[in-house]
């Protein structure tokens, strides 16, 4: 059935007459019966009886015209609901989150944005994080993680919302398990796990401190850091860099602060080429933090001088 039709004989049934409905259609009366012509043939029965009095619906043109207004709002429901998926579709942004990448500061961050959030969880495997990553846009659009690792900031974009105090890792059986922060000349004698040269610019300025005290041993971490590396430095005895948001990953860690400066950023890691709303969601939170608003934790230098 083509909507003009329908729309005539709608227009017929409420004005009475082919000729008041001309009028109102601004065609002639002649144009509006070829029309209803049209739609009764197609139908296969007849819809208005025509009298010298003007038009009144059969009974199955009675019927006709109450399913046809019922369609047409159920037809206007679905178009206004298509177009409001499609409009928040414009504006979802899907975040992946895990047990040492927790999404929460970014979404208190964003809580005053006009986006829709979606939550994805991930292992925080390597394997599995670097897929979730090399995938940026497919089922995840970003995470929010410590973001100084020298590899990802060639791969991926990084928007950098806050520097946090790096922190050490003490397994509760440690002999500096009773301190309640830390000095250097108390880690003589342990050993300190780190990751590898290279990785991350904090990390190799911190090995270059840590390597200046001959009575601390350090130790490379297998991988970057995932839930694995928290049960090494239990099982070994090992002290770790660690940070306030992983304080509760591992119940036999205490995190304690120490004499030191060294920071790690925290941020948004996203796709060298990334979708339209996630380059809108990116700097609308550039602005927010430009303005100061929206602050996820205490900002400090970057490196020690």
Not at 186 to 193: I, N, R
């Amino acid at each position: 059935m083509l909507r003009k039709e329908l729309d005539t004989f709608l227009t017929v049934a409420d004005a009475g007459s082919f000729l008041k409905a001309s009028k109102v259609l601004y065609t002639t009366p002649a144009s509006v019966m070829n029309q209803i012509n049209k739609l009764e043939a197609l139908v296969g029965v007849s819809l208005v009886e025509r009298t010298n009095q003007g038009i009144r619906l059969t009974a199955a043109g009675r019927y006709f015209r109450e399913s046809i207004q019922k369609l047409r709002q159920t037809s206007d429901a679905i178009l206004a609901r298509t177009r409001e998926l499609a409009e928040t579709e414009k504006r979802l942004i899907r975040v992946g989150t895990s047990i040492l990448r927790p999404c929460r500061p970014l979404i208190r961050l964003s809580e005053e944005l006009p986006y829709t959030i979606r939550i994805l969880p991930f292992d925080d495997s390597p394997e599995a994080l670097s897929a979730i990553m090399r995938n940026f846009g497919g089922d995840v659009d970003c995470i929010f993680s410590p973001c100084n690792s020298s590899s990802w900031a060639k791969q991926y974009n990084i928007l950098v919302t806050a520097e946090v105090p790096c922190r050490v890792a003490v397994p509760r059986q440690h002999r500096l398990a009773t301190k309640t922060s830390l000095t250097w000349p108390d880690l003589d004698g342990s050993t300190f796990m780190l990751v590898k040269r290279g990785a991350s610019p904090v990390f190799d300025a911190l090995r270059d401190e840590l390597e200046q005290h001959p009575g601390i041993r350090v130790v490379d971490m297998p991988d970057f850091y995932d839930t694995s590396v928290f049960n090494i430095c239990v099982e070994r005895n090992y002290l770790m860099e660690t940070l306030d948001i992983w304080k509760h990953i591992h119940p036999n860690i205490l995190t304690l602060p120490m004499e030191w400066n060294y920071v790690m950023p925290l941020g948004i890691i996203y796709a060298k080429e990334p979708s339209r709303p996630v380059r809108e969601f990116i700097a609308d939170i550039q602005s927010l933090l430009e303005r100061g608003g929206g602050t996820t934790m205490p900002q400090s230098p970057l490196l020690p001088r």
